[in-house]
């Protein structure tokens, strides 16, 4: 994948153990989340590969006492490989029109898919939120604390 990235973006993904060329082998996740139902793109294979068990902090913060705790995003979708989990993805998905698989997690608990043509989206309890139309987009935005735009709600 190697998506170019703003300075800032970099920054903020070197300091969560990124390097340029990163590849990790995800083959059994991926085998792990197919049996439970997700829809594993090539998309979430390549975006996996490069950014999978990174934890980033990131802007929104707080100010707790005199220390400043931001949001974070872990790129590990195993805190989310259940048969339950996939069923919520598949209800996301059916609100965008499309497949999505998850490849983390954040703070906000909201998890973080991405769609075969490589769009992020999130989901939180039966909400879906448009994120960003790539890796590059993502990063920049959460580098600048953006976070997630809702796009609708499904039945529970």
Wanted: with cysteine; hydrophobic share 40%; proline share 4%.
């Amino acid at each position: 994948m190697s998506t170019p990235f703003s300075d800032a973006a970099r920054a903020l993904l070197e300091g969560a153990g990124w390097t340029w060329g990163r590849r990790v082998d995800v083959a059994a996740l991926v085998g792990d989340m197919r049996a439970v139902g997700f829809d594993v793109s090539d998309a979430s294979v390549d975006f996996l590969e490069e950014f999978s068990q990174l934890r980033i902090s990131h802007a929104p913060s707080i100010i707790m006492g005199e220390r400043e705790i931001f949001c974070w995003t872990e790129f590990d979708p195993a805190r989310v490989c259940t048969k339950r989990d996939a069923r919520i993805a598949n209800r996301c998905s059916e609100l965008v029109g499309k497949p999505l698989c998850p490849v983390g997690t954040d703070g906000f608990h909201f998890t973080v898919y991405i769609s075969a043509g490589s769009k992020f989206y999130a989901g939180m309890d039966a909400s879906v939120y448009s994120y960003s139309e790539n890796a590059g987009e993502l990063f920049s935005l959460m580098t600048g604390g953006v976070r997630p735009q809702h796009l609708a709600d499904w039945g529970v």
